[in-house]
């Protein structure tokens, strides 16, 4: 089946079944491999994508399902060669260790932010929203401190409420 998406704003078409996981297709059809499987079952985040504007694991997401829809992955949150906001501050923060996890939080971190979710929040509300809404991203090397520390500096950087560096 013939099926067209938006991908990190390019129109993508690709001939494949239907009940191909949308993580299958990222990698193997798209070659867009920063999008990464830990669970395969929906409990990790690892292969979070934003799915018209929501967030939503890839892994339980039908190829089928996305047909005319628009997607972003960790590989669209770059403008220009200049990395995300929460990608820049993960990386100063020390918010990433082994990388499995980091895609995954990238996306949804930078929805986050984006969106203005925490913003004229104080501090300790912002740092206790910032881990509800990325509870469903599991990281097994940072105690989460540092990705929330990263959060909060790239909501910093990013005027709350604007679309941002997006
Ligand atoms: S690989 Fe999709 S949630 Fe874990
Ligand atoms: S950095 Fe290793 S799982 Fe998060």
Not at 77 to 98: D, I, W
Request: proline share 2%; hydrophobic share 40%; aromatic share 2%.
């Amino acid at each position: 089946m013939k099926l067209a998406f938006e991908v990190n704003g390019e129109r993508r078409t690709v001939e494949t079944s239907p009940w191909k996981r949308l993580l299958d297709v990222l990698r193997e059809d798209l070659r867009l491999t920063g999008t990464k499987e830990g669970c395969g079952e929906g409990e990790c985040g690892a292969c979070t994508v934003e799915l018209d504007g929501e967030v939503v694991n890839s892994c339980l997401v039908a190829a089928g399902q996305c047909d005319g829809r628009r997607i972003v992955t960790v590989e669209g949150l770059a403008r220009g060669g200049v990395l995300h906001a929460v990608q820049r501050q993960l990386v100063a923060c020390g918010g990433a260790q082994c990388g499995i996890c980091t895609p995954g939080i990238a996306v949804c971190a930078a929805h986050v932010v984006d969106r203005g979710l925490i913003a004229g929040c104080d501090d300790a509300t912002a740092r206790a929203k910032i881990r509800d809404l990325l509870a469903g991203n599991i990281c097994r090397c940072t105690g989460y401190q540092l990705i929330v520390d990263a959060v909060i500096a790239a909501a910093r950087e990013v005027a709350p409420g604007t679309e941002g560096a997006r």
